[in-house]
C-alpha cells in the first residue's frame, strides 16, 4: 500500500490480504473464524472484493464498493449474503440469521433492499443488562386515559401533541422481507410463587 495526500484528504493506493483470520466480540458473544479479506484501494475509492466471516453456524460475505471524500464517507455499494450466520451469542441473546441484502446510496439518501430469515433465535429478558424488577407506578403500565400522564407530567399549554421520535438512520429507506420461522423464542419473568399464595386448580372429596 501507499499513502499519499493529507491529513485531511488522504489518498491510498495498493491492496490489503487477510487469510485464516479471527475476531472475537464481547458485545455478541461469537468468535468468529476463517475470515478471508481482500481490498483494493484506488484512491479515494475501496473495491471490497471479498470479505468473508465465519461463525459456529456458517458464514457471512460481503462485497462492493465504498467511495470517501477526504475522511468522510461519499457512497456504498455493498452486497451482503449470510448463510445460517450466528449473528448474537450471549446469555441473553442467541440469534441466527441468513440473508440477501443490498445497499446503495450516500449518507444522505440510502436503500437497503433484500430479504432476511431469522431460522433460530432465542432472548432472555431476566439477562438483559437493566432487566431487574423495578417498582412500576400505574401510569407508568397503561394509557393516559385510565390514569393520567403521572405526576412528573409537564402539561401542554400549546395543545399540540408528542413530538415525534427522530428516526437512528434518517437517511435509511428500506425495503426487507423479514421472516421469522416458528424458532423464535422470548423467555420472560417467572415471579416465584409460594404454596399459601399460589393459585390453581383444587379437588375436593
Do not use: C
Amino acid at each position: 500500500m501507499q499513502l499519499t495526500g493529507t491529513q485531511r484528504q488522504p489518498q491510498v493506493q495498493g491492496s490489503l490480504v487477510l487469510r485464516d483470520g479471527g475476531l472475537q466480540l464481547v458485545a455478541t458473544g461469537e468468535r468468529y473464524n476463517d475470515m478471508q479479506v481482500r481490498l483494493l484501494f484506488t484512491g479515494n475509492r475501496v473495491n471490497i472484493e471479498q470479505l468473508q466471516v465465519g461463525s459456529r453456524s456458517g458464514p457471512l460475505q460481503l462485497t462492493g464498493q465504498l467511495a470517501y471524500t477526504g475522511l468522510g464517507l461519499e457512497w456504498v455499494d455493498l452486497a451482503v449474503q449470510a448463510r445460517q450466520f450466528t449473528a448474537m451469542h450471549t446469555p441473553a441473546i442467541e440469534a441466527i440469521v441468513s440473508m440477501d441484502m443490498k445497499i446503495h446510496g450516500s449518507l444522505q439518501e440510502m436503500t437497503a433492499t433484500g430479504s432476511v430469515t431469522v431460522p433460530r433465535a432465542r432472548l432472555v429478558l431476566n439477562k438483559l443488562p437493566g432487566s431487574a424488577p423495578q417498582e412500576v407506578q400505574p401510569w407508568e403500565l397503561t394509557v393516559k386515559g385510565v390514569y393520567g400522564p403521572g405526576p412528573e407530567a409537564v402539561a401542554s399549554t400549546t395543545g399540540a401533541g408528542p413530538a415525534p421520535v427522530a428516526a437512528p438512520l434518517p437517511f435509511l429507506r428500506a425495503d426487507l422481507q423479514v421472516d421469522m420461522p416458528q424458532n423464535v423464542w422470548i423467555q420472560g419473568h417467572r415471579p416465584r410463587q409460594s404454596r399459601a399464595t399460589a393459585w390453581g386448580p383444587r379437588w375436593w372429596s
